[in-house]
């Protein structure tokens, strides 16, 4: 298993590496960093040896079950599965929170696959070199990533210092990703550090039409009306951002000209009871957090009833 997974990673690489020498202007320079990049491949992955990484087996009734790792390209089908008005993303941005595994960033197939430019903000850029992956934009204020990191990407990726202090990273990225037609993006990284990065991080994403993705969860909002398709008894949070009248149809607790206050009155951990679930904003704006897995608790089993 773990040949095969080296063996899948390197084709990424070497698919990666070409990408961007297919991209550079400078094609003999690319050569070359592509050249160097490849050599050390193998020391990028002593990093991450799957005998040391992080272990993703759950025991369920005194079973193990292995989680399923996904790739950005599955999130992608995902959640044009679940919300087909969703946009079409134009990038990955990478926070620097809690990351998913090194296969999140494995194409599904190097020949025909989604490639999604990623961004790097600031500090994340040292989780990216530690995966081997090569981010196309590194930017912040810079006060996080390693000196090291910086120096190994630049000539490969772009560098983007931004150092006013009075927005976040997060929120100097979206306004010049904006900028540069790199939005809507799907967001990762956002969750597993402080509380009021959290918050802040769901602050920002409310002004932008864009999608987080965490530990199989994805999170976006709503201002209007969206019609998903999710397998019953699927987990689902609706949030007023920071208030809103909904109506809903298919959810087991039914949300009828129901006034949302983040500060007050939400639908936590509802469950679907229809394979099509439609959400009318009547007024406002609400955070929708949907679970990809399904999860057995006390909300599914009172949700069969």
């Known amino acids: 298993m773990g040949n095969l997974w080296l063996a899948n990673f390197v084709k990424f690489r070497i698919f990666q590496q070409q990408f961007w020498v297919d991209n550079l202007l400078n094609f003999d320079l690319a050569k070359i960093l592509l050249q160097e990049k490849m ?85 994340a850029a040292n989780s990216l070199q530690k995966y081997g992956v090569i981010p196309k934009i590194i930017i912040g204020d810079l006060d996080s990533i390693n000196s090291a990191v910086l120096n190994g990407f630049k000539g490969v990726s772009e560098v983007v210092l931004l150092p006013d202090q009075n927005s976040s990273d997060f929120a100097k990225t979206m306004a010049y990703l904006s900028e540069i037609s790199h939005l809507p993006a799907i967001i990762t990284g956002m969750n597993g550090g402080c509380l009021d990065h959290v918050l802040n991080n769901l602050a920002i994403l409310a002004d932008f039409n864009s999608f987080f993705y965490a530990e199989n969860q994805i999170v976006f909002f709503v201002r ?60 406002g704006a609400i955070l929708v957090i949907i679970y990809l897995d399904f999860v057995e608790d006390f909300g599914s089993q009172e949700a069969k009833i």
């Open 39 to 123: 050599g050390k491949i193998m020391s990028n992955f002593e990093k991450i040896n799957p005998k040391n990484e992080q272990k993703n087996d759950l025991k369920i009734d005194g079973k193990k079950e292995v989680k399923k790792n996904i790739s950005i390209e599955k999130i992608v089908q995902k959640i044009a599965e679940i919300f087909p008005e969703a946009p079409n993303f134009k990038s990955l941005i990478c926070l620097d929170g809690k990351f998913p595994l090194p296969e999140f960033f494995l194409p599904e197939n190097p020949e025909n696959s989604l490639i999604l430019p990623i961004i790097a903000v600031d500090g």
């Open 224 to 283: 209007e009306f969206a019609e998903l398709n999710l397998p019953i008894l699927s987990k689902i949070s609706i949030f007023g951002a920071p208030e809103a009248e909904v109506t809903s149809v298919g959810l087991k607790w039914e949300l009828l000209n129901y006034g949302l206050n983040f500060f007050d009155k939400n639908s936590c951990f509802n469950r679907t009871i229809c394979q099509k679930v439609k959400l009318h904003v009547i007024s």
